[in-house]
């Protein structure tokens, strides 16, 4: 058995066919989570061209967001931030975004001090910056 599914009714939805989160056990396997609005086309931080290529983002916005949908994610699944243990982040641009992300997951993790590892990739199947892949306990 893989575990109980767990779909967030106030998370926005899932870019693919998985669920917001799965329980195994004691462990709570959150699917990877963006900064997108549940009911908004609108991603917090990013300003497109008319022809919808990306001219700005405000990482730290897009940070908050993520956090926030973290923590909406957990909550609906009966856990919470406290609970977390490992982040897996991945941000589209670590030279000048690591820094900012760095001292507001300091901020937003502070006592929780989950294990963390931060990858830098060229891109993610939506137009953020940024993705965290969490496991926490259930």
Same mark, same amino acid.
């Given at each position: 058995m893989n575990g109980e599914e767990i779909? #967030?009714?106030?998370?926005?939805?899932? &870019? /693919? #066919?998985?669920?917001?989160?799965?329980? &195994? /056990?004691n462990l709570l396997f959150l699917s990877g989570v963006g900064p997108r609005i549940k009911g908004q086309k609108v991603i917090p931080g990013v300003i497109f061209d008319d022809k919808g290529r990306i001219v700005w983002y405000d990482i730290e916005e897009q940070c908050i967001s993520v956090f926030k949908n973290v923590r909406t994610i957990l909550e609906d699944a009966g856990s919470s931030w406290e609970k977390i243990v490992d982040v897996t982040v991945f941000l589209t641009n670590m030279k000048d975004d690591f820094q900012k992300y760095n001292k507001l997951y300091a901020e937003y993790f502070g006592e929780v001090r989950p294990t963390r590892t931060t990858v830098g990739i060229t891109a993610l199947p939506t137009p953020i910056a940024i993705e965290l892949k969490v496991i926490a306990l259930a």
């Open positions: 779909i #967030s009714e106030r998370a926005p939805g899932a &870019v /693919g #066919s998985y669920p917001h989160a799965r329980r &195994v /056990g």
